[in-house]
């Protein structure tokens, strides 16, 4: 599979089903420019999927160690102040309310 070899490892967390499909679509032969170009794209979305499933079970294991929810539940109006405000940051609102707090101990 010379030229995919960097996202077989991604490929492992895929469903038997898909991993087999993407396998079939990396090695068939031969491909139009259209199709390379595709391939591409599909190969980088692989990947990311199969960081994404690879964290979120990383996280499954381990979160509960190192993290704990503090959230609270706040007024309709309070959370769209916040979710304006961070989108003006161009920040998450995970990351706005993350920075928020720990300012608020720097103080």
């Known amino acids: 599979m010379e030229g995919y ?10 469903p038997f089903k898909e991993r087999m499909e993407m396998l079939y679509l ?3 032969q031969p491909k139009t420019p259209g199709e390379e170009w595709a391939l591409k794209v599909a190969m980088h979305a692989v ?3 199969g960081r994404c499933m690879a964290k ?8 509960h160690k190192r993290r704990v929810l503090v959230g ?6 309070l ?6 405000a961070a989108e003006a940051e161009g920040l998450s609102l995970y990351a706005w309310v993350m920075r928020t707090l720990e300012q608020a101990f720097e103080k």
Do not use: G, M
């Open 5 to 14: 070899d960097h996202i077989v490892p991604y490929l492992d967390d895929f």
């Open 26 to 28: 990396l090695t068939e």
């Open 47 to 49: 990947a990311a999927a």
């Open 56 to 63: 979120r079970e990383s996280d499954r294991r381990t979160d």
């Open 72 to 77: 609270a539940r706040v007024p309709r109006a």
């Open 79 to 84: 959370a769209e102040k916040c979710r304006a």
